[in-house]
């Protein structure tokens, strides 16, 4: 199945359906926080957020996408996405590896999921293998692939330095504003 904004359109289409035809609604109950030394409310608060739109589309072989704080996808992205914390929009969909402290996930994934922190809202559609320390999978939620709680924080963190990433000799255009 691709992750197209068509099919989790559709999908949230009959989700809206289903539970406008239910006389009770359902509640999802927020979990706590975590607490820890991964996660300060105090720091998350001050990241800022980068966002790709709805009317993007990224695609390429061996793409990596870094955020240095907050990052908000809701439009298509072929490729690898790197940041603190990675938000999947309802629309928003990833066929790649995201790794972050916090993942949460309203669309699609196709690929692997890393965080310390791993949220599957109810519209969240996923395939692929998980490697979390903290798992919260919301009632209605579709998952299908493997999930392993990490021994190794280590294993959790992301790399949020570009130089880290091999370039092939090219080091890439930088563009700032």
């Known amino acids: 199945m691709a992750f197209a904004r068509s099919s989790i359109k559709d999908f949230n289409q009959t989700k809206t359906q289903e539970s406008s035809s239910n006389f009770a609604a359902t509640i999802v109950p927020r979990i706590a926080e975590p607490q820890g030394s991964f996660y300060d409310a105090a720091k998350d608060n001050e990241l800022e957020t980068s966002v790709i739109g709805t009317d993007l589309t990224i695609l390429g072989e061996k793409i990596t996408i870094i955020s240095q704080n907050r990052l908000q996808i809701d439009g298509d992205i072929h490729g690898d996405v790197t940041g603190k ?93």
């Open 85 to 177: 914390q990675v938000t999947i929009g309802a629309q928003g969909s990833v066929t790649g590896t995201i790794s972050a402290e916090r993942i949460e996930v309203l669309g699609g994934v196709r690929g692997a999921i890393r965080a310390r922190l791993v949220t599957l809202h109810p519209t969240s559609q996923v395939d692929g293998e998980i490697v979390h320390e903290t798992l919260s999978i919301s009632e209605g939620a579709h998952f299908d692939g493997r999930v392993r709680r990490s021994r190794d924080a280590n294993e959790l963190t992301p790399k949020l330095d570009p130089q880290a990433y091999p370039t092939n000799g090219n080091p890439g255009t930088r563009i700032e504003s």
